[in-house]
């Protein structure tokens, strides 16, 4: 089987089985671009050495088409998603056609551990600044610039603000419903989505001022 239908195949298996699709579509563009390497060939006749060879050259010699034009190396993080593709793969493959994995002997790539530097308080009120007002430069010399309150404001305080306290994925954010949240205690529900690799059943909790202004956006927007 050529390697572009059975890549469509595994799109479709995993997608029935609950994988995000975020993941999947991310899985995709890894798995084509093997397929783009290999000239699409059979997957049976896919080796080891070549699937060494195809890493080495996305950690080399690959330049990615990104939207602002850069075309540097790709990260580590992209390298260990593309393995995890390669990996994901070739687990279903062999488990629909026990044909056998070319890829158990293929290295994981080592991630580098990012050290993740939080807001300080400065910033903080930036973000809540600019979420509920934003500037306005006057095209004469006139009038000095101002601000002006935004139509969503209360939203987007909100979603700072949660995100703030919580440490919780943008996503897991999108998905929570007025139900998840309990103004009372600051308790917010986030459920498992999908395969759940993700996004974990758990409790987190939010502040006084994120539930005074969570609070503030659901009366008017209930109301």
């Known amino acids: 089987m050529l390697l572009s239908k059975a890549i469509e195949g595994f799109v479709v298996a995993k997608l029935a089985s609950g994988y995000s699709s975020n993941t999947l579509g991310m899985y995709r563009v890894y798995l084509k671009l093997l397929a783009s390497f290999t000239h699409d060939a059979d ?10 060879r ?11 088409h990104r939207v602002n034009g850069d075309t540097s190396p790709v990260k580590p993080a992209t390298l260990a ?3 995890s593709a390669i990996r994901s793969f070739w687990g279903w493959y062999d488990n629909e056609f026990h044909t056998g994995r070319p890829d158990l002997k293929l290295a994981r790539p080592r991630a580098q551990a990012q050290v993740v530097e939080p807001f300080t308080e400065d910033e903080v009120r930036a ?3 600019a979420a509920e007002a934003f500037d306005i430069h006057p095209k004469t010399d006139r009038q000095k610039p101002y601000k002006t309150q ?16 919580t440490g919780v994925r943008v996503g897991e954010l999108c998905r929570l419903k007025v139900r998840d949240v309990d103004l009372a205690n600051g308790e917010v529900t986030v459920v498992a989505y999908g ?7 758990r409790h987190v909790y939010i502040g006084k001022a994120t539930r005074r202004a969570l609070w ?8």
Do not use: H
């Open 43 to 52: 997957v049976d006749k896919i080796t080891s050495p070549e699937l060494e």
């Open 54 to 64: 195809f890493m080495a050259w996305v950690s080399t010699e690959y330049k990615p």
């Open 81 to 83: 998603n593309t393995w």
């Open 127 to 129: 973000l809540v600044s």
């Open 150 to 165: 935004r139509k969503t404001s209360d939203r987007d305080v909100s979603i700072i603000l949660t995100l703030l306290d």
């Open 195 to 201: 395969s759940g690799q993700k996004t974990k059943p």
């Open 216 to 223: 503030r956006y659901l009366v008017f927007l209930i109301n």
